[in-house]
């Protein structure tokens, strides 16, 4: 009922908006209550009965329309085929009885009258010339509620019903605020409910009276339902319950228990049943059985081939960077003069090359830290044999990193290179090393740093060198091999935690940074467990740090 008395409300708004439009802006309806009798009046009164036909066409609610003119007593109403006639005749009457004293008449809103035939709602609006108006039966309105027996009923605003003797000695509820209904007893002894709305643009209310029965089977019958199903639900959940017991709860505890001994890599015993409905769940339980078995027959095949593999491939690469380094010491002795104090230098270089070679040949896969730093020491004393005052060298290293687990040459291939391609009879060169322990993300790491005075890495070298190992793999062209196996051996033994950084500092020459994860040494030597399964990229080389050309440093 709320969306007819918003659609009867628009149907009145719009038809007083069409007045006013009508009074102010059309000059058919302005000359025909504001003309005399002469032949434009009689056209402008034609033009007018159109505009009323046409404008009644698109209105469902509105039955009539009229135009009266005070001076000229010109009278233009048009209706629908509904017999609405009487209307047009008594606001005929009415308008030409009032004559210029219009206080007797309601320019406020729509308000109800009741004639002989039907009984109406009509809008008059006053204008300067002459009387606009509309107006709609109400007895036309119960029309899309006739199919049912509640009573429809349109009250004053005191709540006295309009047109009905069965009830004009009632008196309905006026409180449209909460939209509640309320109870109402009838002459017939009936009890109803009333809903009521109000319309907006008049000072009535529509009502509908429903009988309390037409209101209280429909619940009757939906708690009839609810009932039913209420009990067909109850009957069902005690038939499940008596049957999940044997049916499903002791299958569903069995499964249960054997999928946490599988969890626990446990063996899953057979369960002893006499009951063959279970026959599916010891099936399932040796099916786990045999499954756990080979899971670890390949777990163990698994392992063992990629401590071989990867202890393999670190022995590959050792081999490779032990010759290189032992071409280079040998291309020392080989450069001593031979005069006594010649002798004497290479007997010491001998003895220094063979503690040399004792370190770099050993079988051992990790060291720490102190043992590496003590051998770069024992090389760089050797150097200083071969080039006495021209090597000026020093090592800072943190005292709570000295024992971190690291692979042999580490730092030492990064010496050995600064040597070979910088150190010339009577000029300085610098070396500096340095080591710390920091924190990142909440893990611990030790970062080690090579730096000399030489002429430092080109360019093109600092881009090769940077890049991911997996790149340089493909790039490989058999140079520069010392770093690269280093780079190898970083990814085979700490993975994508370990990181390596080539640049060149201004006012020094090459550095190299390398960044392990801190593991503290043990005695068996072992290295720490290997990543090699990853593919992901390693190195990465964004730095802040400047380049600037020098002379190749080639590993």
């Keep these: 009922m709320d969306l007819y008395v918003q659609q009867l409300n628009k149907s009145m708004e719009t038809a007083e908006n069409c007045l006013w439009e009508f009074a102010n802006n059309n000059t058919d309806v302005v000359d025909t209550i504001t003309s005399k009798n002469n032949p434009n009046a009689v056209i402008s009164q034609i033009k007018a009965s159109r505009l009323l036909d046409n404008t ?5 609610d509105i039955d009539g329309m009229f135009v009266y003119g005070k001076a000229n007593d010109h009278f233009v109403c048009r209706y629908k085929n509904g017999g609405s006639n009487d209307c047009s005749s008594y606001m005929k009457k009415l308008l030409r009885q009032s004559g210029e004293d219009a206080s007797a008449l309601n320019f406020k809103s729509w308000y109800y009258i009741e004639l002989e035939r039907h009984t109406y709602l009509i809008r008059i609006i006053n204008d300067l010339h002459g009387y606009l108006g509309a107006w709609i039966r109400l007895d036309e309105l119960n029309t899309p509620f006739d199919d049912s027996n509640t009573i429809f009923l349109f009250a004053d605003e005191n709540g006295i019903p309009y047109d009905n003797e069965s009830w004009s000695d009632f008196k309905l509820s006026t409180d449209f605020s909460t939209q509640k209904p309320h109870r109402i007893r009838g002459k017939d002894g009936i009890q109803y409910l009333q809903v009521a709305e109000k319309l907006p643009s008049s000072t009535c209310s529509l009502n509908a009276l429903i009988p309390s029965e037409e209101v209280n089977t429909p619940i009757y019958n939906m708690l009839k339902l609810l ?15 008596v049957s999940y017991e044997h049916l499903i709860s002791k299958p569903l505890d069995l499964i249960r228990k054997m999928a946490s001994q599988v969890k626990e890599e446990q063996q899953v015993p057979h369960p002893d049943l006499s009951n063959e409905r279970c026959e599916e769940v010891l099936e399932i339980g040796e099916t786990l059985n045999k499954l756990m078995n080979r899971i670890e027959k390949l777990k163990i095949n698994v392992y063992e081939d990629k401590l071989n593999l990867k202890a393999l491939e670190i022995q590959y690469l050792k081999s490779q960077v032990a010759p290189h380094s032992l ?40 060291v720490p830290l102190k043992e590496e730093l003590k051998y770069v020491e024992n090389f760089l004393e050797m150097t200083e044999l071969r080039f006495p005052g021209c090597l000026n060298w020093e090592i800072h290293v943190d005292e709570k990193c000295r024992n971190a687990s690291v692979f042999p040459i580490i730092l030492l291939m990064f010496t050995e290179n600064t040597i070979k391609h910088n ?4 000029e300085e060169l610098r070396v500096r090393i340095t080591g710390s322990l920091v924190e990142r993300n909440g893990e611990k790491y030790v970062v080690l740093t090579h730096l000399d005075s030489g002429s ?3 360019e093109e070298d600092l881009e090769y060198l940077n890049r991911p190992v997996s790149q ?15 780079l190898k051996r ?20 090459a550095r190299s940074e390398v960044t392990i994860p801190y593991i503290p040494y043990r005695e068996d030597g072992n290295p720490p467990e290997s990543k090699i399964e990853t593919s992901e990229p390693l190195f990465s080389h964004a730095s802040d740090t400047p380049q600037v050309p020098g002379k190749r440093n080639e590993s």
């Excluded at 009932?227 to 319950?241: H, K, N, P, R, Y």
């Design 56 to 60: 009644l066409s698109y209105m469902t």
């Design 227 to 241: 009932l039913g199903g209420a009990l067909l639900i109850f009957v069902v959940s005690l038939l499940w319950t």
């Design 327 to 366: 071409i280079n010491c040998l291309s020392a002795i080989a450069s001593m003069p031979f005069t006594e104090e010649g002798r004497r230098l290479t007997n010491e270089f001998v003895r220094t090359l063979s503690n040399h070679l004792r370190y770099t040949l050993q079988d051992k896969t990790a």
């Design 423 to 426: 150190m010339i009879m009577g």
């Design 456 to 458: 430092g890495y080109f």
């Design 472 to 486: 340089q793999v493909h790039g490989f062209d058999g140079k520069k091999i010392g770093t690269y196996n280093l």
């Design 490 to 509: 970083l990814y085979l033994v700490y993975g994508e935690k370990a990181h390596a950084h080539f640049s060149n500092e201004p006012g020094w020459g």
